[in-house]
């Protein structure tokens, strides 16, 4: 049997382990491009039937799902995490906090796992290979919470820019919009994931392939789970009254590409990138961060810079000055008294001694 | 005394509506509409489709770099004139960019907000002055809300600014960029819509229903039900499948069209907003809106007060916290230096009085040998 036969057997009965994570904000079609994805009920949508509550902000939550896939010829177990919640809130500042959080406490794992004496062989790799990041379809360019958010998240995980609910623009906007996107990213040096490649060192076939699929960023996603019978086929895609749009329609949607990229071409290097240069980089800052964090002083809450405790220093301060200039006039006095004294006592010293002198020479006589 | 003889023409009252007619189209109006909403709902596009002119001009992209960042509401305001069939109306388009872009948009609706109840105290203002002739009124007459068409349902975030604008202005809600919504999407959408804006409370525009005009009311029946309404914007014209030429949006699958009535309600929010009921907007405005801040502001204010201003903005409070840090930092620093005067003042005293200390010894020591001495002397002399 050849080596890449055995191989493949081996995956074969395994199957391979791959983890994404999808983000964005609600209604930019996340879960159904999940379950497009994976071809059936992943994630439940969004229950919105209690009106009453509609203005309470929930906050983020992070749920993790795995599915079995079998992507030609290899059998994936596939986790997705969801993070419903994300940018749903007014204030969006904490659902930040909450992902780098799930991101690294995953890497923490690892690290804890391979530290120990004894590491288990079961142990289950969590780490996230690679987060799909949707943008809403606004047709401009980025806005602060894209650009915060792909920011803070490119150190920790491998993002890729995703256009959801494609299906609003036209053609030339469409062009537009992904234009004025990876512009923002660039301007903004936002280190996204978008497929490398060295002209010198890989084959004309990769170099290819990742130019293409580096042209197509951010990727226009339609996504649907419902089924129409076009042209005698049943083929996934959305009806308007104006005309039906194919979710697999290469010329509709680039979901048949990102799916290829994400489950078949790129997986392996998507899964390397993240064990050999995120998690080690990861490693490295907290290792370092431990020995140096002992003398760090921690921060000054906000609570503490109330007008109160500003001016009760101010007090202090104006106390210990007059303190520290009474001692200083003190000291001055005490020495000045002390070398008086001293002056005095030289003088009389000097007085009986020629006291003395005098008396002594009389005594000769 | 001869009775008064009832003539088949009457007096000539009814002719009023006529003399008013010459006379309002002669001053012609004007009317005020504000568009709220996140970028990329297609609020410019929509309102160039509606007064059928380019009135806003597309965004300036390259510039967008120097404002992302911002992190702040802007309050825009276009002028322009329209005239139809020599009546002319001066319209006044009140943009507001950068609401609800952030991270955190707390707060993001209180320009809006500050606008709306400004441009209430400003024609108040001028009200009261001796001189009223001229009054500058920008008062806004309508308030187009626009909901993103996640397909869910009203954002806490959405909730908020409505249920703030419901009070001030007339509030018209629209579902934007419609063509996103599969039919039944877009119904069950709508329906979570008005739910949530009837159990939150939230004041929406609601066309008057006379009972003496069955056509008129069927009208605002219709328009009623169909809110929000759901929009799509264009101002190209693009050819449909079946040879028209339409103002529409052309996709690879199709061609949406602005003024088919089965694609979107435009049609509807344009007879709203300026074909049936743009009278009824301003005159709302006038009687309810204004009344009710007058009212609020004279409980409160004697006549010819000057308002009072909120000093605090809350975007500057994060200036502010940063400002207090480095005071607290600087005053750290400071103590650090004093108590490191403190030290060394106290070594000083120390040294010195150890120098005392020793120098007393020494004198000490040197009485002692005179003692001895003058004791002996004086034995000596004693002696004698």
Same mark, same amino acid.
């Given at each position: 049997?050849?080596?890449?036969?055995r191989r493949?057997g081996?995956?074969?009965?395994?199957?391979?382990?791959?983890?994404?994570?999808?983000?964005?904000?609600?209604?930019?079609?996340?879960?159904?491009?999940?379950?497009?994805?994976?071809?059936?009920?992943v994630l439940?949508?969004k229950?919105?039937?209690?009106a009453?509550?509609?203005?309470?902000?929930?906050?983020?939550?992070?749920?993790?799902?795995?599915?079995?896939?079998e992507?030609?010829?290899?059998?994936?177990?596939?986790?997705?995490?969801?993070?419903?919640?994300f940018?749903?809130?007014?204030?969006?500042e904490?659902?930040?906090?909450?992902?780098?959080?799930y991101?690294?406490?995953?890497?923490?794992?690892?690290?804890?796992?391979?530290?120990?004496?004894?590491r288990?062989?079961?142990?289950?790799?969590n780490?996230?290979?690679?987060?799909l990041?949707?943008?809403?379809?606004t047709?401009?360019?980025?806005?602060?919470?894209?650009?915060?958010?792909?920011?803070r998240?490119?150190?920790?995980?491998?993002?890729i820019?995703?256009?959801?609910?494609?299906d609003?623009?036209?053609?030339?906007?469409?062009?537009?919009?992904?234009?004025?996107v990876?512009e923002?990213?660039?301007?903004?040096?936002?280190?996204?994931?978008?497929?490398?490649?060295?002209?010198?060192?890989?084959?004309?076939d990769?170099?290819?392939?990742?130019s293409?699929?580096?042209a197509?960023?951010?990727?226009?996603?339609?996504?649907?789970?419902?089924?129409?019978?076009l042209?005698?086929?049943?083929?996934?895609?959305?009806?308007?009254?104006?005309?039906?749009?194919?979710?697999?329609n290469?010329?509709?949607?680039?979901?048949?590409?990102?799916r290829?990229?994400?489950?078949?071409?790129?997986?392996?290097?998507?899964?390397?990138l993240?064990?050999?240069?995120?998690?080690?980089?990861y490693?490295?800052?907290?290792?370092?961060?431990?020995?140096?964090?002992?003398t760090q002083?921690?921060?000054?809450?906000?609570?503490?810079?109330?007008? #109160?405790?500003?001016?009760l %220093? !101010?007090?202090q *301060? +104006?106390?210990? /000055?007059?303190k $520290?200039r009474?001692i200083?006039?003190?000291?001055?006095?005490?020495?000045?008294?002390?070398? #008086?004294?001293?002056?005095? %006592? !030289?003088e009389? *010293? +000097?007085?009986? /001694?020629?006291? $003395?002198?005098?008396?002594?020479?009389?005594?000769?006589? | 005394?001869?009775?008064?003889?009832p003539?088949?023409?009457?007096?000539?009252?009814?002719?009023?509506?006529?003399?008013?007619?010459?006379?309002?189209?002669k001053?012609?109006?004007?009317?005020?509409?504000?568009?709220?909403?996140?970028?990329g709902?297609?609020?410019?596009?929509?309102?160039?489709?509606?007064?059928?002119?380019?009135?806003?001009?597309?965004?300036?992209?390259?510039r967008?770099?120097?404002?992302?960042?911002?992190?702040?509401?802007?309050?825009?305001?276009?002028?322009?004139e329209?005239?139809?069939k020599?009546?002319?109306?001066k319209?006044?388009?009140?943009?507001?960019?950068?609401?609800?872009?952030?991270?955190?948009?707390?707060d993001?609706w209180?320009?809006?907000i500050?606008?709306?109840?400004?441009?209430?105290?400003?024609?108040?203002?001028?009200?009261q002055?001796?001189?009223?002739?001229d009054?500058?009124?920008l008062?806004?007459?309508?308030?187009?809300?626009f909901?993103?068409?996640?397909?869910?349902t009203l954002?806490?975030?959405?909730?908020?600014?409505?249920?703030?604008?419901?009070t001030r202005?007339?509030?018209i809600p629209?579902?934007?960029?419609?063509?996103?919504?599969?039919?039944?999407?877009l119904?069950?959408?709508?329906?979570?819509?008005?739910?949530?804006?009837?159990?939150q409370?939230?004041?929406?525009?609601?066309?008057?229903?006379?009972?003496?005009d069955?056509?008129?009311a069927e009208h605002a029946?219709?328009l009623?039900?169909?809110?929000?309404?759901?929009?799509?914007?264009?101002?190209?014209?693009?050819?449909?499948?079946?040879?028209?030429?339409?103002?529409?949006r052309?996709y690879?699958?199709?061609?949406?069209?602005?003024?088919?009535?089965?694609?979107?309600?435009f049609?509807?929010l344009?007879?709203?907003?300026?074909?049936?009921?743009?009278?009824?907007?301003?005159?709302?405005?006038?009687?309810?809106?204004?009344?009710?801040y007058?009212?609020q502001?004279?409980?409160?204010?004697?006549?010819?007060e000057?308002?009072?201003k909120?000093?605090?903005?809350?975007?500057?409070?994060?200036?502010?916290?940063a400002?207090?840090?480095?005071f607290?930092?600087?005053?750290?620093?400071e103590e650090?230096?004093f108590?490191?005067?403190?030290?060394?003042?106290?070594?000083?005293?120390?040294?010195?009085n150890?120098d005392?200390?020793?120098?007393h010894?020494?004198?000490?020591?040197?009485?002692?040998?005179?003692?001895n001495?003058?004791?002996g002397?004086?034995?000596?002399?004693?002696?004698?």
């Amino acid at each position: 049997m050849s080596y890449a036969a055995r191989r493949r057997g081996n995956k074969l009965k395994k199957g391979v382990q791959f983890t994404v994570m999808v983000v964005g904000a609600s209604g930019t079609g996340r879960t159904t491009f999940v379950n497009t994805l994976c071809e059936s009920e992943v994630l439940t949508h969004k229950i919105s039937d209690n009106a009453d509550t509609a203005h309470v902000e929930e906050g983020i939550r992070i749920k993790p799902v795995t599915v079995e896939l079998e992507e030609d010829g290899v059998r994936i177990a596939l986790t997705i995490v969801d993070t419903p919640g994300f940018g749903d809130n007014i204030d969006n500042e904490f659902a930040f906090q909450e992902i780098v959080g799930y991101l690294e406490r995953q890497y923490d794992d690892i690290l804890a796992e391979e530290s120990r004496i004894k590491r288990n062989r079961r142990f289950r790799d969590n780490r996230v290979h690679a987060l799909l990041y949707f943008i809403a379809p606004t047709g401009h360019a980025l806005r602060e919470m894209d650009i915060e958010l792909m920011r803070r998240l490119s150190p920790r995980v491998n993002v890729i820019p995703v256009i959801g609910k494609a299906d609003s623009f036209t053609p030339s906007e469409l062009k537009g919009f992904k234009k004025r996107v990876m512009e923002d990213i660039q301007h903004y040096s936002i280190p996204i994931y978008n497929f490398p490649y060295d002209i010198e060192e890989d084959d004309p076939d990769t170099v290819e392939d990742n130019s293409e699929l580096r042209a197509l960023l951010p990727f226009a996603i339609i996504g649907s789970e419902d089924e129409v019978e076009l042209d005698g086929q049943l083929v996934r895609a959305r009806i308007y009254p104006w005309g039906v749009v194919e979710v697999d329609n290469p010329k509709h949607s680039d979901f048949t590409k990102l799916r290829s990229a994400l489950l078949n071409t790129h997986l392996t290097e998507l899964k390397s990138l993240t064990d050999d240069v995120l998690y080690e980089t990861y490693r490295t800052e907290k290792l370092s961060r431990n020995v140096n964090a002992d003398t760090q002083d921690s921060s000054i809450l906000p609570e503490e810079l109330a007008t #109160q405790s500003v001016r009760l %220093k !101010e007090e202090q *301060l +104006r106390k210990e /000055e007059e303190k $520290l200039r009474e001692i200083e006039l003190k000291v001055q006095r005490e020495i000045n008294e002390k070398r #008086q004294e001293l002056l005095a %006592k !030289e003088e009389s *010293l +000097r007085n009986l /001694e020629s006291r $003395l002198a005098a008396q002594g020479s009389q005594a000769d006589f | 005394m001869a009775a008064p003889v009832p003539s088949s023409d009457g007096i000539g009252i009814a002719n009023l509506p006529n003399q008013k007619h010459k006379i309002v189209a002669k001053r012609g109006a004007h009317f005020t509409v504000m568009v709220v909403g996140e970028s990329g709902l297609g609020k410019t596009t929509l309102i160039n489709t509606l007064f059928a002119t380019e009135l806003c001009s597309p965004k300036a992209y390259h510039r967008r770099h120097l404002k992302q960042l911002d992190k702040m509401t802007e309050v825009e305001i276009i002028k322009a004139e329209l005239e139809e069939k020599q009546f002319n109306v001066k319209l006044t388009v009140i943009d507001t960019p950068g609401f609800g872009d952030y991270v955190n948009n707390r707060d993001s609706w209180v320009p809006i907000i500050d606008f709306v109840d400004d441009q209430h105290e400003i024609y108040m203002r001028q009200e009261q002055q001796p001189q009223r002739e001229d009054k500058s009124d920008l008062r806004v007459h309508a308030c187009l809300f626009f909901i993103r068409p996640t397909g869910h349902t009203l954002k806490p975030l959405d909730i908020e600014v409505m249920k703030r604008l419901g009070t001030r202005v007339n509030l018209i809600p629209v579902v934007a960029k419609a063509d996103t919504l599969t039919q039944n999407d877009l119904m069950v959408f709508k329906e979570r819509i008005r739910d949530v804006i009837r159990l939150q409370g939230i004041r929406i525009y609601q066309p008057p229903v006379e009972a003496d005009d069955p056509a008129g009311a069927e009208h605002a029946r219709i328009l009623t039900e169909a809110m929000p309404f759901s929009i799509i914007g264009s101002t190209e014209d693009v050819k449909t499948a079946d040879g028209r030429v339409v103002k529409g949006r052309e996709y690879l699958w199709g061609v949406a069209e602005v003024e088919n009535e089965n694609h979107c309600d435009f049609k509807k929010l344009r007879s709203l907003l300026i074909r049936t009921h743009m009278l009824d907007l301003i005159s709302t405005t006038e009687e309810l809106h204004y009344e009710n801040y007058r009212q609020q502001q004279m409980e409160t204010r004697k006549f010819g007060e000057p308002k009072v201003k909120k000093l605090d903005n809350p975007k500057f409070k994060e200036e502010e916290e940063a400002l207090r840090k480095r005071f607290t930092e600087q005053v750290k620093a400071e103590e650090a230096r004093f108590r490191q005067w403190e030290q060394h003042l106290i070594a000083e005293r120390d040294r010195l009085n150890k120098d005392l200390e020793t120098a007393h010894s020494a004198i000490k020591g040197l009485e002692a040998e005179l003692d001895n001495l003058q004791v002996g002397y004086g034995r000596g002399s004693a002696r004698r």
